[in-house]
């Protein structure tokens, strides 16, 4: 039986898989700044299942299939995008981040420099949709995601501005 179909196991969509494995990339790059984006997304499918079982490795719940469905481009873009601009993108949440920044577990980190990136230059996709995302990885990885949640809001009320200020209208009517 395959992954997809084993009972109580949700297939997550393609943009959200992005996400899973940008966190994973980020996390690694954490732990060693050497690494170039381009070798760690070709090394995060060893962190999948590979057996016929279909078994996750590390129990990540994430196996070969969810990789074959992830959508590599938003990946790419993620994952690179957030090393390459890591200094700017520490500079813009910072300042929401009541403590040292090496107090604040790495999950939490990649999370905000993941969703930090996403909200700065995929203005595709809506504020919201990416702070519920961040939400679902905070919970999915173990993390504090009532912290990371009022960090990346803050985040978004200074870089969209307009978009939040009319969601936040909309709901006062």
Partial sequence: MTEAHKPGRQAHAPRHLARVFALLGFYQ????PTLK??????????????DEEGTPVEDLGLTSEDWARCDRELLTTLLSGAIGEHAALEAE???FV???LK?????????????TYE???CPQTP?????NETIELAKHFGSGYRFTNAVLERVAAKVRAAEFAADH???KA
């Fill in 127 to 131: 504020y919201r949709v990416v702070l």
């Fill in 98 to 100: 009541d403590r040292d």
């Fill in 29 to 32: 790059w954490i732990a060693d």
């Fill in 169 to 171: 209208a909309q709901k």
């Fill in 103 to 115: 107090r604040v577990s790495l999950v939490e980190r990649a999370i905000l420099f993941i969703g």
């Fill in 37 to 50: 984006a381009q070798k760690i997304e070709e090394n995060l499918p060893a962190l999948l299942a590979d």
């Fill in 93 to 95: 949440f910072s300042p």
């Fill in 119 to 121: 909200l700065l230059r």
